[in-house]
């Protein structure tokens, strides 16, 4: 007989916060960078594996840049690597 088995993934996302404390604007590219690519990587491998359960967990200093980004993403926002491109 087989045995059932268990496991529970937690996927923690935390980045240091890269604005800088004068102006707010991102000094290091590296929250847009993971942003586009390494957590939708995440969730498409969720989407290969509908049967799996994870929990996520977003750090508020995390979550905090992205919306700063989100929000500023048109004329390159919050990342001065966007702006002197």
Do not use: K, S
């Amino acid at each position: 007989m087989a045995a059932h088995l268990n496991v529970a993934f937690l996927w923690h996302f935390h980045q240091p916060d890269y604005r800088h404390p004068e102006d707010g604007i991102a000094t290091l590219p590296w929250v847009r960078l993971h942003a586009v690519r390494g957590y939708t990587d995440m969730v498409a491998m969720l989407e290969e594996q509908p049967r799996a359960r994870v929990t996520l967990n977003w750090t508020p200093v995390l979550l905090r840049q992205l919306e700063a980004l989100i929000q500023g993403w048109g004329g390159a926002g919050d990342d001065r690597l966007l702006r002197i491109c």
